[in-house]
Structure formats: structure tokens, C-alpha cells
């Protein structure tokens, strides 16, 4: 309950993706699931999983209103420097007010289609449909199916295997009003092997590349992609840029931002690339959301009583209890900011202290009795390394500090 709320998911959501097996299986025709009929259709830990996966719904609500209804600013017409020779106007352009057709790709359970219903209950006139998505996980798509049942038979399986031209004759000659992407960020996370997304490099960061064959055919009018901050650094910006290069050349205008969670109502500290495209002919001067403050707390999202199978087991906290009396390592505390810089700065040092007076030697008691002693030696230490630099602590400690950097970078780069 508590991590899909942080998501933005609202409760009686959260409850359908909770369903049990016998209440999915009235839910959804078919339903196959593992385990009893009173068990969860969908096991706690596939739904941690899931959550994580997914769009913050409340950011993709602001980022909605603002496409379909924008806050209205006055402000001066942009001049494009990729098409120098269009002025985009300050409103949308896309006056129709019809139902609105929305294709979702690398889909999850779909926080876009429950964004999409939160704006409808916000405005009441606009109305939507979803003509397709697109999920190869087993557990994404049975939680898909149990939140938007009536979609069950839209979907149009692996990306790679997607016919797009089948797609569009089923759309009898609709157009698509907005196509998202979230392409895998497993190989550009940090928390990944940061592998890349290079266009045909074959990793699944680069499935992004997949998802130009469906611009192609299909030719919506607004495109939404969706990933991790690290998209847009500086080991992976040149490949983005390509990436922009090529919507481009398909004829789009591309805006992109980084949003965080936090600052769209949501106590969750989650920063996140969003990149709306605009096919030129409906293209204007679309105005990211603006951040506003935050009203909702983690308290209130967390729940008063919490079931018995979300806490550690007796014997689990025994067995971890006994493996720490037993652990030979030491525990200290030094008080750093929590920067990479100072973390070098300590291995550092003590690095050179355990050399020097054979530390590896002594016990853990020891050790610990005699570390204490120098802790304020430590602090000084640093507190003049912060102002000087590592020059003014020896040629020694200049050695090890930058021997110590070369091999995190060299990690880093492995």
C-alpha cells in the first residue's frame, strides 16, 4: 500500500491490484493464477517490483494538464533554431475534442492510463481511449489486465515483434494523440552495468531505438518518454542526443526536462528525465509544470497497522542478531559529509594509520580503543584537507589519496 502510494496510485487502484485469486479471476476472463483462490493474484514481491518500475502518476498528471490544459501565461512566441522559419504559438494548436486514442509502450501496469483517468476526473470533458500497449513481463501484464480489464485484448506483446502498420489499420483511420515510451534503464541506472544505449548495441536500454519504427508508421501527435536522471548525463548524453536527432528528422519538436517527484506533490524523492515531442504541424510552446510545495507527508501515507508477514520472522531477527555478536568487523562513526571526495579522504587515511602502527594486527578491541583516540586528529585532518587540499597533508597522503581516486575511477569505469 504504501509504495504505490508513494507512486501515486490511488487507494481503491491499489486494492484492485491487490485483488485475490478468486476476485481476479471475476475480473479478468481467464484468469490463471498460482496458489489458492484466497491468496494474492499477484505475489508482494512482483508488486515491489512493479511499483518501482513505473511512472509517478501525480508528475504524469501535471505533465498531461499542461499539454491538454495549459495554465494560460502570457508569453512571447518562440522562434525554433531547428525550424527558424515556424513561430510556435503560446497555445496548443490541437483544438479537437474528441476522444483522445493513447498507445503505451514498455506499458508496466500503466501509471499513463491511470494518469489519463485521474485528468478526466479533473475535466470532465475529456474523454479517452487506449488502442494499444506493449509489456513482455509476465507479472506487468497480469496487473495490467486486472486494473484495465477492458484492455486486456489490446495488447500487442514484445516491441521488437510489434507490426505497426496491423496497428494502425485497426486505428480505421484515427490518429494517435499520445504515444509513451519508458525504454528498460537497467543499462544506464547507476545501480546497473551502465552497458549503454547505443543504437544497436543490442541492450535493453537501446530497445529505445525500437520505438522510432512505430513514429514511423503511426505518426502520433505527441510522444512522452520517461527514464532515469542518468539519461542525461554526461556519459550518456551524446547517445540521448542522437536519440533527438532522429524524432527530428521524423519531423518533431522535442522539450525535456528533469522532474523530481517530490516537487508535484508526492513524498518521495524521485528524479526522472520526461522529454515531450511534438509532431510539427501541432507543435507550440508547450511550459514543463511548475514545482509547487509539498503538502503531503510520508506519514500520511504510511499505514497505522502493517500485516504480520511484512515484518522479519523471530528466528530471521535471532539468526541476524547472532551473526553480528559473532562479526569481526568495526563499526565507526566519523563525522563526514556523506561526499565521495570525503570518503577517499577516511580510506585515506586510514589506510596509512592501520600501515603505520600495524592495525591489521589488532583486535577489533583494540583496534577500536586506539582509533578513538586519534578520532579528533581525524577531524582536524580533514577540516584542513577541505580548505588546502591533499598538498597540505604530506606527499605521502597526496600519493595514496590520488593512488585511491585512480582506482575508484578505474572501478567505475569497469
Avoid at 528498460?184 to 543490442?202: F, H, N, R, V, Y
Wanted: glycine share 4%; charged share 30%; with cysteine.
Amino acid at each position: 500500500m504504501e509504495c504505490f502510494r508513494l507512486m501515486g496510485v490511488r487507494d481503491d487502484v491499489i486494492y484492485t491490484m491487490q485483488s485475490t485469486n478468486a476476485e481476479a479471476a471475476e475480473r479478468v476472463q481467464g484468469w490463471k493464477g498460482k496458489g489458492k483462490a484466497e491468496d494474492m493474484a499477484i505475489s508482494a514481491s512482483q508488486q515491489y517490483k512493479q511499483a518501482g518500475n513505473s511512472f509517478c502518476i501525480n508528475v504524469l498528471v501535471c505533465l498531461y494538464e499542461q499539454l491538454w490544459y495549459p495554465k494560460h501565461e502570457k508569453r512571447e512566441i518562440i522562434e525554433l533554431q531547428l525550424f527558424p522559419e515556424m513561430k510556435l504559438p503560446s497555445e496548443p494548436v490541437d483544438k479537437s475534442k474528441g476522444e483522445k486514442v493513447i498507445i503505451t509502450t514498455f506499458s508496466g501496469y500503466d501509471s499513463q492510463l491511470m494518469a489519463a483517468d485521474v485528468l478526466r476526473e479533473r475535466h470532465p470533458d475529456f474523454k479517452w481511449t487506449c488502442m494499444g500497449w506493449s509489456d513482455i513481463d509476465k507479472y506487468a501484464c497480469q496487473m495490467h489486465d486486472l486494473v484495465f480489464p477492458q484492455y486486456a485484448d489490446k495488447a500487442l506483446g514484445d516491441i521488437t515483434k510489434i507490426d505497426w502498420h496491423k496497428v494502425k489499420d485497426t486505428l480505421q483511420g484515427r490518429e494517435v494523440d499520445l504515444f509513451t515510451y519508458s525504454s528498460p534503464c537497467q543499462d544506464i541506472s547507476q545501480a546497473g552495468k551502465q552497458m549503454g544505449l547505443k543504437e544497436g548495441s543490442d541492450t535493453r536500454s537501446a530497445l529505445l531505438w525500437r520505438v522510432a519504427d512505430a513514429i514511423e508508421v503511426l505518426k502520433p501527435k505527441y510522444l512522452l518518454q520517461e527514464n532515469v536522471a542518468a539519461l542525461v548525463s554526461k556519459k550518456f548524453m551524446p547517445d540521448f542526443q542522437k536519440w533527438l536527432q532522429k524524432l527530428e528528422q521524423l519531423g518533431y519538436i522535442n522539450r525535456w526536462a528533469r522532474l523530481n517527484a517530490k516537487d508535484y506533490g508526492v513524498p518521495q524523492n524521485r528524479d526522472r528525465v520526461f522529454c515531450l515531442s511534438m509532431r510539427k504541424d501541432v507543435a507550440f510552446d508547450y511550459q514543463f509544470p511548475k514545482p509547487f510545495a509539498l503538502a503531503t507527508r510520508l506519514e500520511d501515507v504510511l499505514e497505522d497497522d502493517v500485516a504480520d508477514r511484512y515484518f522479519l520472522k523471530d528466528d530471521a531477527v535471532s539468526k541476524f542478531l547472532k551473526a553480528n555478536d559473532t562479526d569481526t568487523a568495526l563499526f565507526m562513526q566519523f563525522d563526514f559529509p556523506p561526499t565521495h571526495e570525503a570518503a577517499m579522504f577516511l580510506k585515506t587515511w586510514l589506510t596509512i594509520w592501520l600501515q603505520t602502527f600495524d592495525g591489521w594486527s589488532m583486535t577489533p578491541t583494540k583496534l577500536e580503543e586506539e582509533l578513538g583516540k586519534v578520532t579528533s586528529e581525524i577531524n582536524l585532518c580533514y577540516a584542513t584537507f577541505s580548505e588546502q587540499g591533499v598538498s597540505a597533508l604530506g606527499a605521502k597522503f597526496e600519493s595514496m589519496y590520488n593512488e585511491n581516486m585512480k582506482r575508484r575511477q578505474y572501478d567505475e569505469k569497469r
